[in-house]
């Protein structure tokens, strides 16, 4: 069982920066693809950015190409979302989820993951 806590949100202005923080209980965590999704009311969950369990590979959605960055310290049990250059269409609650390496499925689908976060709200003003 792998429990997922998601930190860092808040208010800030268009073009400021946050990094969000989510720690996982368990010892298995290396061992999972982690990933940040986002949803606004009325919309469906969307992925934002994932990484493999060696940090090698990295996907993000093309939306926040360039602008965020998605990192791991296995060390820590920790995985980081570094979002820079914030724009008012990033506001959403920001959820950390992880997957077992090498399940089936596309990164960006939701279905794969075994573990989510409760989410941390990320508003931007402009």
């Known amino acids: 069982q792998v429990q997922l806590v998601e930190s860092g949100g808040g208010l800030v202005q268009a073009g400021d920066s946050l990094r969000l923080s989510c720690t996982a209980s368990g010892r298995t965590f290396s061992t999972y693809f982690m990933a940040w999704f986002r949803q606004t009311p009325g919309k469906e969950r969307e992925f934002v950015a994932g990484?493999?369990?060696?940090?090698?590979?990295?996907h993000y959605a093309d939306s926040v190409q360039g602008r965020f960055t998605i990192s791991r310290d296995n060390a820590k049990n920790t995985v980081y979302l570094q979002m820079n250059s914030l724009k008012p269409e990033d506001t959403a609650v920001y959820y950390c989820?992880?997957?077992?390496?090498?399940?089936?499925?596309?990164?960006?689908?939701?279905?794969?993951?075994?573990?989510w976060g409760q989410g941390t709200q990320v508003t931007v003003s402009s």
């Open positions: 990484i493999t369990w060696s940090a090698v590979s990295t």
């Open positions: 989820a992880a997957r077992r390496s090498g399940t089936s499925g596309a990164v960006s689908t939701l279905w794969p993951y075994d573990y």
